[in-house]
């Protein structure tokens, strides 16, 4: 963004103000994530940096949340992990399936209805969480599934499979259909082609549809809270707990994972997409 | 003759026209029923529960369902003066129903909040038939009417015959501070006590700015995200997807360390002496917070719609606009800004929905003056157990979402909604 040299003064100025605004605006986007770093490693008790951790004094960092994350006595985050796990990966699974079916009918020209049927679809990602909270539990303690794993995971593909139904939909907005004509001409059933030719090339679109149902699931709280008993506890139940009663650094380390975490979702989402497009033919 | 060289057929003898339709047909059927689990499995786990929000938002059975000999004796009654005879009778022999299977004190919970006093009374009702003090050979009027002096006043049976139809909107009137008034209008109640609507405009209130901050900071960067080579844009675009990919009561959970009195926002203020250091600020429990925390939570949906908008401008549009003798700014507004409308609409949109419905953050960190309409929805269906009250609410703060909604999807279509 260099400017060039003949810019008036009062321009080279607003371009300066510009340049500033953007650093802040980036900075205040990023920087909260950070200040969870160090504080997770601190040898105090208290969420603010010590005397010690300011002079950088290597008595004052410690693993010791670390290990009360993973060994403490009573502590819930091994059973929450466990569960999270379970259900974000069941859910990713269930929303995939039903995500991927939907948008391709959706994808196909003679869908009746489209934007009608495509506005139900997605209706979970626009209405309030509490709102879908109140209507999925209503519905889970009427067929005796609310407290139980397998309410959750069905509440969670309902969350997630518009975000699978909004990725597959796109990838296959750019997709070929001669291909699929072609392979049915050459003698393939429509299992066949789909799975030989059509899901290879939407598999970017799918995977990080799932990825958002999977990040989804495991970030969720609203829903879990009023679908589940102590069994079915999840880590976002557990942090909010922990920051509504007391604000343990425990909580820090396992936000530090969780960071981590969304980085590596974060690195596969980009990779994907990247070869999405460049399968697709579109060069940004 | 001319028709029949119209008349195409296929090789099978079935006029062109029919068989293609039959294809068409077919193919629709074909894509409806891929799209058929999804849409099968959300009606029933997810819209009809939301209608059902409808009815149970507007149920009041309880009673109709308890005092049916009594209702229906109500029907010849005028509800000017004292019921006859019939209606004492009638409530007398539900209430001894009620009281066989132990639930009279539901009755009188649920007509105490129709009228004060119901409670007491119909306990003293209740005594005088433990004691057997209630002859039902003789008139029952009389009877009932010595229990209690409020027996004889005729504003009780009126509110009794108010609780009648199995449905109210009263739930509904709650929620915006207002109540039937005996004689059956609407009616506010007194100034000190409208909580609803504080709640209901500061949700607004917050939702707006939250979009209006999300927008003056979210333009420039999409803008610089658009406007920077590749390479660096990429990298930037991290900045970006990354907050947008991580937990949210992560990034919750680093504001209340951030803006704690002792963290290290104040810190900062103290460092360069904008406040001492024994008068720090309280930026957290409070809108403040709710304000910080949400913005940054939010504007990546304000600057991923903005950025794929920008991204399709061509930038020689702005060399032609500066060539033709505007200056950077009336370049910028003439040309630059009216292309990015569509953009702006999609993420002010976006931004705003999800904002109104806003829970967890305004929870942690909003305090009793930064709590939203969704947190008034949760403590009813948490705490008070109000539940058709809850649903109430919810489905007004639905109906507000879905005409925005509606909107969005005018304007920018759903199927154009953007994911990173």
Request: hydrophobic residues 50%.
């Amino acid at each position: 963004m260099a400017l060039p040299s003949y810019t008036e003064t009062r321009y080279r100025i607003w371009h300066y103000i510009y340049i500033s605004i953007c650093t802040f605006v980036f900075f205040f986007l990023i920087a909260p994530l950070f200040v969870i770093f160090p504080l997770s490693f601190n040898a105090e008790e208290f969420l603010v940096f010590s005397e010690g951790m300011k002079r950088l004094d290597p008595d004052a960092f410690s693993f010791r949340w670390y290990h009360e994350m993973v060994y403490g006595t009573k502590n819930p985050w091994g059973l929450a992990a466990k569960n999270s796990f379970i259900i974000a990966i069941f859910a990713t699974i269930g929303s995939i399936i039903l995500g991927t079916l939907a948008a391709l009918g959706l994808s196909s020209r003679h869908m009746p209805y489209k934007g009608m049927i495509m506005a139900i679809l997605i209706s979970p990602m626009i209405v309030p969480l509490i709102i879908s909270g109140v209507a999925i539990f209503f519905f889970m303690a009427k067929v005796g599934l609310a407290a139980t794993h397998t309410g959750i995971i069905l509440a969670h593909i309902i969350l997630g499979t518009p975000f699978v139904v909004i990725t597959v939909t796109a990838t296959l907005s750019g997709f070929d259909h001669s291909v699929t004509r072609a392979a049915a001409s050459l003698g393939s059933n429509p299992v066949n082609t789909f799975m030989k030719i059509t899901l290879p090339l939407i598999l970017p679109g799918v995977i990080s549809g799932g990825l958002f149902a999977f990040v989804t699931s495991f970030d969720e709280v609203v829903v879990v809270l009023f679908l589940a008993g102590l069994e079915n506890t999840t880590i976002p139940v557990q942090m909010w707990t922990g920051l509504r009663e007391q604000l343990s650094p425990t909580i820090l380390a396992v936000a530090t994972c969780l960071i981590i975490l969304s980085t590596l979702i974060l690195i596969t989402a980009e990779l994907l997409r990247r070869r999405s497009e460049r399968l697709r033919g579109i060069n940004r | 003759m001319s028709s029949e060289t119209k008349q195409i057929l296929t090789t099978d003898g079935i006029p062109l026209e029919i068989s293609l339709k039959k294809a068409e047909k077919k193919n629709k059927i074909k894509a409806f029923l891929l799209v058929a689990p999804l849409l099968v499995f959300l009606f029933i786990t997810y819209v009809f529960p939301i209608g059902e929000m409808f009815t149970r938002s507007v149920d009041d059975k309880m009673v109709t369902n308890m005092l049916p000999k009594t209702f229906k004796a109500m029907e010849k009654w005028d509800g000017k003066e004292l019921p006859p005879e019939e209606v004492f009778a009638g409530f007398y022999s539900d209430f001894k129903i009620l009281v066989e299977n132990q639930t009279q004190g539901k009755l009188g919970q649920r007509l105490n909040k129709e009228k004060n006093g119901f409670n007491s009374i119909t306990k003293k009702l209740l005594r005088q038939i433990k004691r057997k003090k209630i002859d039902e050979t003789i008139g029952i009027k009389e009877q009932i009417m010595k229990v209690h002096k409020n027996w004889r006043n005729v504003e009780y049976w009126q509110a009794i015959k108010r609780t009648a139809p199995p449905y109210t909107f009263a739930k509904y009137l709650k929620g915006m501070d207002m109540y039937f008034a005996p004689d059956g209008s609407i009616a506010q109640v007194d100034e000190d006590r409208r909580i609803h609507r504080i709640l209901w405009l500061r949700t607004l209130e917050i939702a707006l700015f939250v979009t209006i901050f999300c927008f003056l900071m979210g333009y420039p960067i999409a803008h610089l995200l658009a406007t920077l080579p590749m390479k660096y844009s990429n990298l930037l675009m991290i900045c970006v997807l990354l907050p947008f990919w991580t937990s949210l009561l992560v990034r919750t959970a680093s504001w209340m360390i951030l803006l704690q009195q002792q963290g290290v926002v104040n810190d900062f203020f103290v460092m360069i002496g904008l406040v001492s250091d024994d008068s720090r600020p309280e930026m957290m429990y409070n809108k403040v917070g709710t304000y910080v925390a949400m913005t940054q939570i939010l504007l990546p949906f304000m600057v991923l719609p903005l950025y794929s908008v920008m991204k399709t401008i061509s930038p020689s549009l702005m060399r032609a606009g500066k060539s033709l003798g505007g200056t950077p700014f009336v370049a910028f507004w003439k040309v630059y800004f009216p292309l990015t409308i569509p953009g702006i609409g999609a993420g002010c949109l976006l931004v705003f929905i999800l904002a109104i419905g806003y829970y967890i953050t305004p929870a942690l960190v909003g305090g009793a003056s930064g709590t939203l309409i969704s947190n008034q929805i949760a403590y009813h269906m948490k705490t008070t157990l109000d539940w058709s009250f809850a649903s109430a609410m919810g489905l007004m703060l639905l109906s507000g979402v879905l005409v925005i909604y509606w909107i969005y999807n005018k304007l920018v279509g759903v199927d154009n909604i953007k994911l990173g």
